[in-house]
């Protein structure tokens, strides 16, 4: 049992003031595997008051000892493989390739990539007669989501640690292992104390204090909209800085030239990916209308090759996070059928076989309007539509028809279609042909998806201020 009923407060593992404690489950077996300390505001202010204290030293470092300490992070993380591994497959219900591959390597590669960064990151820049200078924020505090749990962390970390910014995270409460992990290797790593502080617990208590504590320079959000848009509110309290990274519905727009099988191949790989808990998943897969029966046959063969089941065992897809989560994906499964989409493939229920455990069904939905329910709303699981269109002009119209504007993605050989269908998607990450991540490359939404980016170097402009110095003119 994982009992770590602490918070972590200017460098000590430290008793929460309050008592209540949150139950933490294993989605595939749904035992309870340990808990947490619901942390409580004045849990959160010692934290913000320890972040506070660190500030003027840590920032005040040099790029180069950021730099080393980045580095020394990303080794310490490494040592960590199998455990965070583990715990990530534990905690989220991610099968075991899934968490080494992805979970794991990501969060490696923000701390890498952070370190790569700075090493080149201008601070200081001279224009006319002015400098202009960038400085740390000050206090960040930062509040992720269950999804990616070493992911997001990492990132906002990364980038806050490079900028010279001391923090506070608060965790998904759902998953708060693999981030409560980290603090072991902040340690090793030799992260100062305070500037780093972790304090577990819900949305609604330590969120909030969060977003509306007045000595935090900046929230930096991952998560659903409608929270998202609570710490908005919250911060414009005391006219605090904000970074949301929220939800999308993205497109992937298969042209007619395409290869129908591989195209389809990419379509099911983000059915497959984090059991489709993924806020960039393509979840509207807008296909030529002369293309229909081709593709609906590649989809529903290849989403039926897929392996759903124990994430420890050889397994591509793995539970959904919760119940909630669950309930959530039946009730838009079943919204689909009412709607008159057609079910191609799975539907409500688990897979046969998986009685226990939060276990959904591949689904593909065709016959699809763009105004249906599930291709408007975020669904956060294994659940895709096929959209059909005529013209290329047709397709980008769809592909815009959303609130939401996080990715988008091509498939096809026409350069030029492939890049005017790119540039036209109004969205933060456009994929062409699958092209693999790019971590220097910057990540987040337009419209509805957010505000800001993160990763590589623009994640670091986030955590700093801009300081015009008029009359001087100076060199770094
Ligand atoms: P959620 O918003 O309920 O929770 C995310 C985090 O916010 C958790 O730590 C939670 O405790 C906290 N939280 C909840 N209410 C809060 C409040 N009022 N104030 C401050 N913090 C609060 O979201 P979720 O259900 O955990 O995650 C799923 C959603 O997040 C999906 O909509 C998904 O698209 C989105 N998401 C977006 C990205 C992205 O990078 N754009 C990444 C992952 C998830």
């Known amino acids: 049992m994982r009992d770590y009923l602490h918070h972590y407060i200017n460098g000590q593992w430290t008793a929460s003031t309050g008592s209540e404690k949150l139950a933490v489950k294993n989605p595939a077996t749904e035992e309870v595997i340990g808990h947490i300390s619901a942390g409580t505001e004045e849990d959160l202010d010692k934290a913000v008051r320890a972040a506070r204290k660190a500030f003027p030293r840590f920032s005040q470092t040099t790029r180069e000892y950021r730099v080393d300490l980045l580095e020394r992070i990303a080794e310490e993380y490494a040592k960590r493989k199998d455990d965070l591994t583990k715990v990530i497959t534990e905690e989220l219900g991610a099968p075991r390739a899934l968490s080494e591959k992805v979970h794991y390597t990501m969060g490696y590669n923000h701390f890498k990539q952070a370190a790569e960064e700075l090493r080149h990151f201008t601070f200081v820049e001279k224009r006319a007669a002015s400098t202009i200078v960038k400085e740390p924020i000050g206090v960040s505090g ?158 529903k063969k290849a989403t039926e090759e897929l392996k759903v089941g124990d994430p420890t065992a050889d397994n591509q897809l793995g539970p959904l996070v919760a119940e909630k989560q669950w309930d959530t994906v039946q009730g838009y499964i079943q919204k689909g059928m009412d709607e008159g989409a057609t079910v191609l493939t799975g539907g409500t229920g688990k897979p046969e076989g998986l009685k226990s455990g939060y276990f959904a069904k591949p689904t593909v939905f065709t016959d699809v309007d763009n105004d249906m329910t599930i291709a408007q709303e975020e669904i956060f699981g294994p659940v895709t539509t096929l959209i059909t269109y005529d013209s290329l002009e047709e397709a980008i119209d769809i592909a815009n028809d959303t609130i939401y504007g996080l990715a988008g993605y091509v498939v096809g050989k026409d350069e030029e279609k492939l890049q005017k269908v790119a540039l036209n998607i109004r969205a933060g990450r456009i994929v062409i042909n699958g092209a693999s991540a790019d971590f220097s490359a910057p990540f987040g939404g337009y419209k509805h998806s957010g505000i800001g980016r993160e990763w590589g170097d623009f994640g670091i402009e986030e955590y700093l201020e801009v300081k015009s110095v008029l009359g001087m003119s100076s060199d770094e």
């Open 142 to 299: 930062l509040i992720t989501p269950w999804n990616f749990p070493t992911n997001q962390t990492s990132t906002k970390i990364a980038s806050a640690l490079a900028a010279g910014s001391t923090m506070v995270l608060k965790p998904a409460e759902i998953t708060p292992y693999a981030a409560m992990m980290l603090v072991d290797i902040f340690e090793a790593a030799g992260v100062p104390e305070g500037v780093f502080n972790l304090v577990n617990g819900t949305g609604e208590t330590v969120g909030n204090a969060i977003s509306s504590h007045p000595d935090i320079d900046i929230v930096s959000y991952t998560g659903s909209g409608t929270a998202g848009s609570q710490v908005m509110k919250n911060a414009s309290e005391n006219i605090k800085k904000v970074a949301l990274e929220l939800g999308g519905k993205s497109p992937l727009v298969v042209l007619d030239d395409a290869d129908v099988t591989e195209a389809a191949q990419i379509a099911v790989n983000n059915i497959a990916n984090n059991t489709g808990q993924v806020c960039t998943a393509a979840t509207r897969v807008i296909i030529p209308a002369k293309m229909k029966a081709a593709f609906e046959e590649a989809m």
